[in-house]
């Protein structure tokens, strides 16, 4: 899948193309209705299909001292999309010019005048431009008068509730793995590079991989039944997983730490995706070592027994 910038010109085998508009950050169920929406529209009309996001999220630049709340990167988003059907990533880089963009201006500019697309797809609630001043009514309008057909995707309901990214993270914190994955169509995974550490998992038999959460949202702090993705072979692993600060140690440090079973290669400078299956245990400081490596044992039988 191409990955484009909405700073560059766009190739001219996409002009045309119809466009799936949104953050769709997480890309749950309503997000990939909204994408399906797009999809089906470009093939019945043999188009080609682009999935627009924001990078960084509008929030992060309007308000940059709340907590990282990111459910995917861009790379995450961008295989997630092409899975989807569609042939390219626009990613609109959020800064202070597009923040001050008029929603008209934005339509009739980059939409049109930039990307040549032929068709937009959003959901109902969608907004852009300053002020949050464009709506899907504002998009149909503008765009009827530069060629641009408009189409706009209703919520997504489950469980008796309307899909979120908001609720899925409010899931996570509160260590709801499963709610969460149900409205993701997948489990919850970070996604980074194995750094080294101070290797005292190794000292006690259990092994683990250190990785920084950086900008993904924190899910509750404790121990998991995960699976990992070694992204260079693909190789898959089962293990168990710490998050958190790492109550038994000194002084406290915020990590991802995975111990996969029966697994002794070398993971360090690699990257890694990890996903969320069960929440085992919150965080816990032991009285002695021999006791955290008792609990670990059994946390580690019980996950293999989850992840059968």
Known sequence: MIRLDHGAPVPAELRGAI????????????????????????????????????????????????????????????????????????VFHFDGTLAKTPAESFVTRLLGEQMGVAGVVTGEDFTFGKDRGGNVELLASVGRRCGIAARAVGPVRAGGMTVS?????????????????ALLTRPFAVRAVVQHGDKRGRTIGFPTANMNLGQYLRPRYGIYAVTGRIMDTG????????????????????????????????????????????????????????ALIAQMTADCEQARRLLG
């Open 165 to 181: 990214s908001s609720r899925i993270r409010d899931a996570l914190k509160a260590g709801d793995c499963e709610g969460a994955g």
């Open 235 to 290: 190789q898959t692993l089962k293990g168990a997983a710490n998050v958190g600060i790492r109550p038994q140690f000194a002084p406290p440090q915020e990590l991802l730490e995975p111990h996969f079973f029966d697994y002794s290669g070398d993971l360090y400078g690699r990257e890694l995706e990890v996903a969320f299956h069960h929440f085992l245990r919150p965080e816990a400081k032991y009285d002695s070592l021999d």
């Open 19 to 90: 466009l799936a508009l949104g953050n769709f950050d997480g890309f749950h169920l309503g997000h990939q209705r909204v994408v399906a929406e797009a999809v089906g529209w470009a093939r019945g009309e043999g188009r080609r299909t682009i999935v627009a996001t924001f990078d960084p999220h509008p929030v992060r630049h309007f308000a940059p001292h709340i907590p990282p709340f990111r459910l995917t990167t861009l790379d995450q988003r961008q295989e997630l999309f092409a899975a989807a059907g569609a042939d390219a990533m626009m």
